[in-house]
């Protein structure tokens, strides 16, 4: 299937998720976060006509930040998803969010016009800005605030991902056994799934930080709408190098004393290793 949005499954899917999470369909559903140095899945159902969490796994992928290839890479990943298809129902239905340095996430301010023809504006300032190449990335956008009809513009949030890397992980998840509903950026699933829990005011601002291996993904909401994402590189990995440094430990012991302790626990590195809080 093709289409011109980095939405392109999560369209229909997100009408599924309201029709589930409304207890109008009842078959399970599932979501999929692929980082780094592992492979996260919730299995959602309904029971007595509440959301519920059925499953929970976390396959390690212990190759997959030290190996370069592609191809190793792919394979490790593949693996991982089997495993963890193999202990659902075949063709599961899932998400997958995206978080990757590759994703495009930029407030956009347009000329006013017609819903028409407002994808052809986003497309040709996106190309003539040399933003993203529209012809090789899935996009698409979001109002951040009502039309300005005096000046004639429209203040949008758009977020792009290349094709490719949409298609290689809807392959990789399909090819595992799952039936992949929607392909997200990670910031879009943030948004979508704290709505469910926002009270609706217009004025409310929520950051969220979702702190990963070796990506960290800070997000802006404000009235429920997505108004600022960066995907930073420096996460967990970084930390725990800081002490593998300090204290001349291996990785594994590192990791632990990072997990135990927390992040109090960096203070005494900080110096080192302040580049998150700069950012």
């Known amino acids: 299937e093709d289409s011109s949005s980095v939405s392109s499954f999560a369209v229909n899917s997100f009408r599924y998720l309201q029709n589930f999470a409304a207890g109008s369909l009842r078959p399970e559903l599932g979501g999929i976060d692929i980082g780094t140095s592992s492979v996260k899945f919730v299995l959602l159902g309904r029971e007595r006509g509440k959301l519920l969490i059925k499953d929970v796994q976390?396959?390690?992928?212990?190759?997959?930040?030290?190996?370069?290839?592609?191809?190793?890479?792919?394979?490790e990943l593949q693996n991982a998803l089997v495993k963890i298809a193999s202990r659902v129902k075949s063709k599961t239905k899932v998400g997958?969010?995206?978080?990757?340095p590759s994703l495009f996430a930029e407030p956009?301010?347009?000329?006013?016009?017609?819903?028409?023809?407002?994808?052809?504006?986003?497309?040709?300032?996106?190309?003539?800005?040399?933003?993203?190449?529209?012809?090789?990335?899935?996009?698409?956008?979001?109002?951040?605030?009502?039309?300005?009809?005096?000046?004639?513009t429209q203040n949008l949030?758009?977020?792009?991902?290349?094709?490719?890397?949409?298609?290689?992980?809807?392959?990789?998840?399909?090819?595992?056994?799952?039936?992949v509903l929607s392909v997200e950026t990670?910031?879009?699933?943030?948004?979508?799934?704290?709505?469910?829990?926002?009270?609706?005011?217009?004025s409310e601002k929520v950051l969220f930080l979702d702190i990963g291996f070796r990506y960290t993904n800070l997000g802006i909401l404000f009235g429920?709408?997505?108004?600022?994402?960066?995907?930073?590189p420096i996460a967990g990995e970084r930390f725990t190098r800081a002490v593998e440094r300090e204290l001349r430990c291996d990785f594994?012991?590192?990791?632990?004393?990072?997990?135990?302790?927390?992040l109090k626990y960096?203070?005494?590195?900080?110096?080192?290793?302040?580049?998150?809080e700069a950012e």
Do not use: W
């Open 96 to 100: 997958i969010a995206l978080n990757d």
């Open 157 to 179: 949030f758009v977020v792009a991902a290349p094709r490719e890397l949409v298609y290689r992980q809807f392959g990789i998840a399909q090819s595992a056994g799952f039936r």
């Open 224 to 232: 429920g709408r997505l108004v600022f994402n960066r995907i930073i």
């Open 266 to 276: 960096m203070e005494r590195f900080r110096p080192q290793d302040a580049g998150l």
């Open 58 to 75: 976390i396959e390690k992928l212990a190759k997959l930040s030290a190996v370069e290839r592609r191809e190793e890479k792919e394979k």
């Open 108 to 152: 956009l301010a347009i000329q006013l016009g017609s819903e028409k023809d407002l994808r052809a504006v986003v497309q040709k300032e996106l190309s003539e800005k040399h933003l993203i190449d529209p012809a090789a990335s899935f996009f698409d956008y979001m109002a951040t605030s009502a039309p300005d009809t005096l000046n004639k």
């Open 186 to 202: 990670n910031a879009l699933a943030t948004l979508f799934a704290l709505r469910r829990v926002l009270q609706g005011d217009s």
């Open 252 to 262: 594994e012991a590192a990791e632990q004393l990072k997990i135990q302790h927390g």
